[in-house]
């Protein structure tokens, strides 16, 4: 059966071009794959702010700027711009804050609300967003993924 959906999917192609029917193009939305190095910048007990670099899918290499406000006990509301060589993408949502040590750790996911070239299409989408970090080296790695 999955050996005809080929040849049906150009039927109804050919068939919709033929009924003055223009075909739209099969459009997906880029996989978000980015990585990155940030520091703290403020060391507030309610908020935090996270500055750095990042590369990756689909904005290319850039400036990362991430900004938490403690709302609980373990959770932070959390918000995200990334401004890369080829595109702009802003997410919010809420993450898990986890301290062992020295080491502060979030997981979450964030709700992409803005974009600009590359993470066109992106919009609306819901990623994975983790962090983890020596606050005594205050170096940490950032991940948004989805």
């Known amino acids: 059966m999955t050996r005809h959906r080929p040849a049906l999917l150009a039927a109804v192609l050919v068939g919709g071009a033929s009924a003055g029917l223009a075909a739209a193009p099969a459009v997906s939305a880029p996989r978000v ?3 990155g190095t940030a520091k703290l910048l403020d060391r507030g007990v309610a908020e935090l702010r996270q500055t750095g670099t990042f590369s990756g899918a689909p904005l290319g290499s850039g400036r990362l700027d991430g900004r938490a406000k403690i709302t609980g006990e373990r959770t932070a509301r ?4 990334l401004r890369g060589s080829k595109g702009f993408l802003r997410a919010s949502g809420t993450v898990t804050v986890r301290v062992k040590g020295t080491t502060l750790s979030y997981t979450g996911t964030a709700k992409v609300s803005s974009v600009d070239g590359g993470a066109r299409g992106l919009k609306g989408r819901v990623l994975r967003l983790r962090g983890t970090g020596d606050l005594v080296g205050n170096r940490f790695a950032v991940d948004l993924t989805g």
């Open 78 to 81: 959390m918000t995200i711009a």
């Open 33 to 35: 794959a980015v990585h």
